[in-house]
């Protein structure tokens, strides 16, 4: 789940956002096997599969999972499913904007699933392009704070390769640019010395829109929801929720 004021998120979201973020294997395996399959099996030559595995490295998957996936997206192994990315888009409670990023095998079945949890969860459906718009494809990549990375460094370092934004998290520190960029980005931090917690392109909103703690309260249940289905890989939305009210939620 991914919901921003304009690029920047509190401390309060994140924790909100990284515990929602707990995907199962599953997803971490489908989107390996596609960027496999996109791009090849060497993770020096393919960028979006380096971040695929760097992402299921960090969230404890065993390497042996990983070197499958990698071998089956490109075809070097059997049993590779033929994935396929389909964006479903609708509305939460209080008009908050939803896009919906599917990886499928069976575009039927992601559809008809979307639609039950969405309806059945106080949201409902749009047509292709109603919501869209209000979001724009950014590369955003995730660092930790600890001793020696401070804003000024990370600055420093990918000013030049295009970052737009440096935002501070609380515990972490957020860089946004163009999707484009992200493997500049990437590549610049890991240059000076600077490890990073995720690397991946997203869908950020041009606008927000604030939450009280009711509507925040059902906005998470209907993306609790939607990110139980096996076909969703994310889920993004245009709501801003404040420190006051993300307080009394927790």
Not at 120 to 128: A, H, I, W
Not at 172 to 177: A, K, L, Q, T
Not at 220 to 232: G, M, R, S, T
Request: with cysteine; proline share 3%; hydrophobic share 40%.
């Amino acid at each position: 789940m991914s919901g921003h004021s304009k690029w920047a998120t509190t401390k309060h979201k994140k924790a909100i956002l990284d515990s929602r973020r707990a995907k199962s294997f599953t997803k971490f395996i489908k989107a390996i096997e596609v960027a496999a399959r996109a791009g090849g099996p060497d993770l020096a030559g393919n960028p979006t599969l380096y971040d695929a595995v760097q992402k299921a490295k960090k969230n404890s998957m065993p390497a042996d999972n990983i070197d499958r996936a990698i071998k089956r997206g490109a075809g070097l192994e059997a049993g590779v499913a033929d994935w396929q990315t389909i964006m479903y888009e609708g509305y939460g409670p209080g008009g908050v904007a939803i896009l919906i990023e599917c990886l499928t095998d069976n575009r039927n079945r992601a559809a008809s699933e979307v639609r039950v949890a969405v309806t059945r969860n106080g949201g409902t459906m749009g047509d292709p392009g109603s919501v869209s718009y209000l979001f724009s494809r950014k590369g955003v990549v995730i660092v930790k704070k600890i001793v020696g990375v401070t804003e000024d460094k990370i600055l420093d370092a990918v000013l030049e390769a295009g970052a737009q934004e440096v935002n501070d998290l609380g515990e972490s520190f957020e860089v946004v640019c163009e999707a484009t960029d992200l493997v500049a980005v990437r590549s610049a931090l890991q240059s000076v010395g600077i490890d990073y917690e995720s690397a991946e392109t997203s869908f950020l909103p041009s606008m927000s829109i604030p939450l009280d703690g009711e509507q925040a309260g059902k906005v998470f249940q209907l993306i609790d929801a939607i990110e139980e289905l096996d076909d969703v890989q994310n889920v993004y939305g245009n709501f801003d929720i404040s420190d006051e009210v993300m307080a009394s939620l927790d």
